[in-house]
């Protein structure tokens, strides 16, 4: 194995711990909020700190990796968008973290099951993680038709955002009391649409990384 494929690897399987470290923190979030666990909580943002550290440690590979390997082509191709991926994750991990402070800040029970039907959380949470998922794999197996594909899932949680800002605002009307909490699960619900922002993010740069095509800024 020649010296630059030895790194790369090197740079892949810290990539595979970040995004299993990321998946977490996202799939634990979305339970916090919806069974108001707040144990599941303290979790997430006590783990924030190892995000952190994952994110500064692939940024320093992927440095040192331009600096002694002067790379071009697919080999650059790769650094430029790990370094943009690795950015995108620690993102993620902050919008994951967010969740966790609203349930141990704000929240004062689980989300009822009437809400959650109303809302379409479990199809919002569900649709998320597929995205997830399906970015995970089209880069652990270069498959940049998945990353395509994952995108199209995008619509389905721009939906259910755009329709929640009326099904909340109608819950605060029955439920005056409980207005703050209302108004703040619209946050939430707004912080998992970036989610999907950043894994629609992702999906670009796999298929920059695959293809040499640039998908950003397309109609």
């Not at 395509?148 to 619509?155: Q, V």
């Not at 329709?163 to 009307?173: W, Y």
């Not at 909490?181 to 670009?204: G, I, K």
Request: net charge negative; charged share 30%.
């Amino acid at each position: 194995m020649k010296q630059t494929e030895y790194e790369i690897r090197k740079v892949k399987d810290q990539y595979t711990r970040m995004w299993y470290l990321v998946e977490k923190q996202v799939i634990s979030s979305f339970a916090s909020i919806e069974n108001f666990d707040r144990d599941a909580a303290k979790a997430i943002v006590m783990r924030e700190k190892m995000v952190n550290a994952q994110e500064l440690a692939i940024d320093d590979a992927c440095e040192r990796f331009l600096a002694l390997f002067a790379p071009v082509a697919v080999d650059l191709r790769f650094v430029i968008s790990m370094i943009k991926i690795n950015n995108n994750l620690e993102r993620i991990g902050d919008f994951a973290e967010g969740l966790a402070k609203f349930c141990l800040n704000r929240q004062t029970k689980a989300l009822s099951q009437e809400l959650k039907e109303s809302l379409r959380w479990r199809e919002l949470t569900d649709t998320t993680i597929k995205m997830m998922q399906m970015a995970r794999e089209s880069f652990e197996t270069e498959n940049s038709e998945k990353a395509l594909s994952l995108m199209d899932l995008d619509t389905i949680v721009d939906d259910i955002y755009n329709s929640s800002t009326d099904i909340l605002a109608d819950a605060i009307r029955s439920n005056p009391e409980n207005t703050e909490e209302l108004m703040t699960l619209q946050e939430v619900v707004r912080r998992v649409e970036r989610m999907c922002d950043h894994f629609n993010n992702v999906a670009e740069e796999i298929v920059f990384y695959l293809d040499a095509r640039e998908l950003r800024h397309q109609s």
